[in-house]
């Protein structure tokens, strides 16, 4: 479940007017939700840590362009999914355009020993599986899933058409199931 | 909602750590602090660059201006000056276009610029110590 402050609006106000501990209580309240989108779309935990603390600060910082009418959470994402996309861009040359590429680049893996398909295990699949996504996906999937965001607000966040989220989100289940069949040597290893 | 969806949305790995949101908080806390203490100095360094310019300008300024030696006369004539308002808006006038001019030609430009340092530093510092008149 999303968390929302009961008065949430008023915490933000005080926030606005430079109220600290009102801040500190927005930061009790979504960081965690906001690790967790992180940590889905960049794979690594300290990484994550440091986009976020960025993320509230700089949050902070712009409070006064918010509009207090509108949800906090996906501006506090949009925030933060920026700051992702820069350091990608910075480390990997990222681009939106090699989407496309990326779909068809997805490793083939050779399959493992034929593993029981408890949670856990499955849970390990996925993970491996995500990770080796476009990185495009993997967000859509953070902001879907992580962050239970409606595919309006992913489309808001990241700037695209709400029919391309869908599209996106389509594929990158479809690249997921295909991974794992690849990897536990199963047709139909997680069925639809 | 199928299976994957399931999946996707539970993963004990993307779990933060039980201190996170503290760790959060001290960070938010630091560099405020960090933040509060730079635009402060900011402040400071140009409300005393303003007043180095400033000084000799004003100092200049004193040596101008001629002071009448009493009130009194002023107010015993007071009444007659009023029937006489052609006369007191001249006076005023001149007064007024008199002390622009000792303004102008006494302070110039280094005392101006101290002036605007010392109105941002003054803007920077009541924006740093009192945030909520922003509000």
């Known amino acids: 479940m999303k968390p929302q402050h009961a008065n949430e609006k008023e915490i933000i106000r005080r926030a606005q007017a430079g ?12 960081s965690p939700v906001l690790y967790r989108v992180v940590r889905r779309m960049s794979c690594d935990p300290q990484e994550t840590e440091s986009i976020v603390q960025e993320a509230f600060w700089r949050t902070w910082r712009s409070l006064g362009k918010y509009n207090n009418d509108a949800p906090f959470f996906p501006y506090l994402v949009t925030i933060a999914v920026n700051l992702q996309r820069d350091l990608w861009r910075k480390e990997q040359g990222y681009s939106e355009i090699d989407v496309e590429a990326e779909f068809t680049q997805v490793k083939d893996t050779q399959p493992g020993p034929d593993r029981l398909s408890e949670d856990r295990e499955v849970l390990e699949y996925l993970e491996d599986a995500i990770n080796q996504l476009p990185l495009i996906y993997r967000t859509v999937i953070a902001l879907r899933y992580q962050g239970e965001m409606s595919y309006d607000e992913i489309a808001k966040t990241l700037k695209l058409p709400v029919n391309t989220v869908r599209t996106y989100l389509f594929r990158a289940k479809q690249l997921l199931r295909k991974h794992m069949e690849v990897q536990n040597g199963q047709a139909g290893f997680i069925p639809g | 909602m199928d299976r994957l969806d399931l999946y996707l949305a539970k993963n004990p790995k993307d779990e933060p750590p039980d201190d996170f949101q503290a760790m959060v908080r001290m960070h938010f806390r630091r560099r405020q602090r960090k933040f509060r203490i730079i635009r402060a100095g900011v402040s400071f360094s140009l409300v005393c660059l303003g007043i180095f310019f400033v000084i000799p300008g004003i100092a200049n300024l004193n040596g101008h201006i001629l002071l009448p030696p009493s009130g009194l006369p002023i107010l015993e004539n007071l009444g007659k000056e009023l029937l006489n308002l052609e006369g007191l808006f001249g006076q005023s006038w001149q007064g007024m276009n008199g002390l622009s001019y000792t303004m102008q030609s006494s302070l110039g430009i280094t005392s101006s610029l101290g002036l ?15 945030p909520r008149l922003r509000a």
Request: proline share 0%; charged share 20%; net charge negative.
């Open chain 1, 19 to 30: 109220d600290e501990n009102a801040f500190e209580e927005l930061i009790r309240v979504y």
């Open chain 2, 116 to 130: 605007v340092a010392i109105g941002l530093g003054s803007l920077i510092g009541i924006d740093s110590f009192f």
